[in-house]
């Protein structure tokens, strides 16, 4: 079974060993609790100084307050010691089931392997087997690529989606007898989880068999209704930014090898991910809604029925009180409706003849021409409803609210229309996304 057309790689994952506390280790994905930094520090709290993938990670809440370079060095230097001090231990080369228990669901179900970053391109049109969902923010890549370029780890918060209805890949599995490498539970209400180590060749080619037949393109063009479309395979459901770095760094290594042929062999080609089949029924996706910071409410408004009207739309907005304010108004046929709060005023903005498929298409073009004319605005991307109405109801604040997308519609959307809108969606809450736990050493 040839893996390599499949982008399928069986890497050598590193496990804490025995005796480390697992809670303690794991730790939610860098790029959660944003706005929230009272939760990163009652995870510092948590930590306590014992082995954990705190030290080896960056929360994006401290991202603007750091020294880059001290930092990259620190997390280098732990890294470093956690390889020597025995604190991870190699496990045999091969794949990790996972069963993730969270607050609001009972069993998410992936799968631990290794992607090759040669079939995956993040640009604009990209039309490789494994593929973004969302615009990709070069400018959040430098710090990122600082941190991975020379570090001997690599830790994944990524979360990749296949679209197999009939469910042949991941959940079979869970039929099979394996060895339980971990099962504890995760902190700061993170639920549960469990891992099984697959190691037998012959599951492993099953598992690769299963995903050529999802690649196969007489059966692609049948399930999609398209003809004349490269294959997706992969789509990126959560760490776009994560692999658009591994992506970087990886080609950064390969041009600038003077062994082109060896070079091929290195690490970086490949990205720890964890596979997640969108249509397991523990995969929830959520709408993720805006708070912007530091601007006058009524200007916001009044800029964005300005901006909206030059593009011929036409903009309004009712007022009701935050008791009143309907967060679901649902899907009118071509009008947006995008519910806000703010201090001292909350309503619904409506939106007709919306030149955009989706309300966070809508939505984000304004923020961003916004917040560039707007010195000392700020913005964030927040998930759960109560945190909007908490953060966008402070002075100087305004929260906007955004529907969820249909999961079961994604790769035909990505398909015919190309990457979404920069955070259209979301793979559960804050606290069900993927904890850092797994590693790989990146080098030689």
Known sequence: MNYENIALHVPEILLPGKGTDLTRWAVVACDQYTSQPKYWERVR??????????????????????????????????????????????????????????????????????????????????????????????????????????????????????????????????????????????????????????????????????????????????????????????????????????????????????????????????????????????????????????????????KMNAFLKKQGQSFSYSQCSLQELNLFPGKGSGIHKIPFVSEKVCGTIHIDNPSLNLEAGTLQTFLDAFIRISPGAKIDYIHGDDIVTALGTKPGNMGFFLPAISKHDLFRTILLDGALPRKTFSMGNADEKRFYLECRKMSH
């Open 45 to 302: 709290d948590l930590v306590n100084g014992s082995p954990s993938t705190l030290s080896l990670i960056v929360p994006e809440a401290y991202l603007e307050e750091i020294d880059h370079e001290k930092t990259a060095h620190a997390i280098r230097t732990r890294m470093e010691t956690y390889l020597s001090d025995g604190t991870l231990c190699p496990m045999k080369p091969g794949f990790i089931l996972v069963d993730r228990q969270t607050s609001r669901t009972p069993s998410r179900k992936g799968l631990i392997v290794a992607l090759d970053l040669e079939k995956y391109d993040f640009s604009e049109g990209s039309t490789s087997l494994i593929r973004a969902t969302e615009g990709t923010v070069i400018d959040r890549l430098p710090p990122r690529v600082k941190i991975r370029a020379h570090a001997p780890l690599e830790l994944p918060h990524i979360m990749v989606l296949i679209d197999d209805p009939d469910k042949t890949v991941i959940e079979p599995l869970f039929h099979k007898t394996l060895e339980k490498v971990y099962d504890f539970e995760l902190m700061m209400g993170g639920g549960h989880i469990k891992g099984y180590m697959i190691d037998k060749k012959e599951i492993m080619d099953e598992i690769a068999i299963n995903l050529a037949k999802l690649a196969d393109p007489e059966t692609f063009s049948k399930k999609y209704r398209v003809t004349g479309k490269d294959v997706l395979l992969y789509a990126m459901g959560d760490g776009n930014h994560s692999l658009a770095t591994a992506k970087s760094v990886w080609e950064q290594i390969k041009n600038s090898a003077e062994d082109k042929d060896s070079v091929m062999e290195h690490p970086a080609r490949h990205s720890l991910v964890e596979l997640v089949n969108v249509h397991d029924a523990g995969l929830v996706f959520e709408p993720i809604h805006r708070v912007v910071f530091n601007v006058p409410v009524l200007d916001l408004l009044e």
